[in-house]
């Protein structure tokens, strides 16, 4: 699958590669898990290298200098698998209704000045008689734009939104920020993004690791050849036979990505489970378990 991509291909090319395969692959959408893994890894690695439209990591905030600040959370979704966050970002632009001046443009008001009339009496200078002039506050035209615009309510300039679609780059943690240059995001201003990660509903973060707890019931534990549990790649199926001599399952390289001396590394994902037992065993289930203990020590004993 991977050879239809030629290495000289651009970022967007890439990315759009990327979200078609991410679909074809995905185990919950009846993509296979193995292919899915190694295509994420592979494209890890791609996107690793590529430094085009990509927000850096910042560990402290400048000091000085003009820019826009934003707190964002992010979810474990985003960060490890999409690795893609939409921001809505506020800006200011003018007030198209007034053209950033803040008064209406089509109502006015009589100039206070001279009444209405457009024009003030003075005196000449030489003759000393009683001349009109233009009024100099409202340009002769009598009346003046004083209405405040309703659309900016007289500040000349609108919030608006602007979506900018950010690579997020590996190894994000809580607390860098994200630095949008203005030049590369075609942003009014630079941004910084502080990160903070969403508590997941179902996968805790400790140190690189994510902890995931998963409830599974003593039957199918004893019945069940596999069972199923959610992981940010998809469902993963483990064997019975592996968690009934331990309860906890370490998924290599499915955690958090960090830089560690400059390499790219990857926590580990691991399962805990909790085994939940019957609260009252009815009498009938209680006979048949003895049968089943019976039958079990017999076989045992004899293989
Ligand atoms: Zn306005
Ligand atoms: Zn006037």
């Known amino acids: 699958m991977l050879k239809d991509l030629s290495p000289g291909q651009n970022n967007k090319e890439l990315k759009r590669f990327y979200r078609k395969m991410l679909k074809a692959l995905h185990p919950d959408l009846g993509g296979d898990k193995e292919e899915f893994l190694k295509f994420l890894a592979w494209y890890t690695e791609q996107h690793a290298k590529d430094k085009n439209f990509k927000a850096e990591v910042v560990k402290r905030l400048p000091s000085q200098g003009n820019?826009?600040?934003?707190?964002?959370?992010?979810?474990?979704?985003?960060?490890?698998?999409?690795?893609?966050?939409?921001?809505?970002?506020?800006?200011?632009?003018?007030?198209?209704?007034?053209?950033?001046?803040?008064?209406?443009?089509?109502?006015?008001?009589?100039?206070?000045?001279?009444?209405?009339?457009?024009?003030?009496e003075t005196l000449s200078s030489r003759s000393k008689d009683k001349v009109?002039?233009?009024?100099?506050?409202?340009g002769g035209r009598g009346r003046v734009q004083r209405v405040i615009c309703s659309t900016c309510l007289g500040r000349g300039t609108i919030r608006d939104e602007l979506r900018v679609v950010v690579d997020l780059p590996l190894g994000l943690e809580e607390g860098d920020y994200l630095y949008l240059?203005?030049?590369?995001?075609?942003?009014?201003?630079?941004?910084?993004?502080?990160?903070?990660?969403?508590?997941?509903?179902?996968?805790?973060r400790v140190g690189k690791d994510l902890i995931l707890e998963h409830s599974v019931s003593v039957w199918e534990l004893l019945l069940s050849d596999f069972i199923e549990v959610p992981t940010l790649e998809g469902r993963e199926r483990l064997a019975t036979s592996d968690l009934r001599i331990s309860q906890e399952i370490v998924l290599k390289s499915r955690g958090l990505y960090y830089y560690e001396r400059g390499d790219l590394k990857r926590?580990?994902?691991?399962?805990?489970?909790?085994?939940?037992?019957?609260?009252?065993?009815?009498?009938?289930?209680?006979e048949c378990l003895n049968l089943a203990y019976e039958t079990y020590k017999r076989l045992h004993q004899g293989g």
């Not at 007034?98 to 206070?112: A, E, F, L, N, P």
């Not at 009109?132 to 409202?138: E, G, S, T």
């Not at 609260?279 to 209680?286: G, S, Y």
């Open 67 to 120: 820019y826009v600040y934003r707190c964002e959370e992010f979810t474990l979704e985003e960060i490890l698998t999409l690795k893609q966050k939409t921001l809505v970002l506020p800006v200011e632009k003018k007030c198209p209704d007034c053209d950033g001046t803040g008064y209406d443009r089509c109502k006015s008001q009589v100039c206070g000045n001279c009444l209405g009339t457009g024009l003030i």
């Open 181 to 204: 240059p203005r030049d590369r995001f075609n942003l009014p201003q630079d941004v910084y993004v502080e990160v903070v990660i969403k508590d997941h509903p179902n996968f805790k």
């Open 267 to 286: 926590g580990d994902l691991i399962v805990k489970l909790r085994v939940i037992y019957p609260i009252d065993l009815p009498l009938e289930v209680k």
């Open 132 to 138: 009109y002039v233009p009024c100099p506050f409202c």
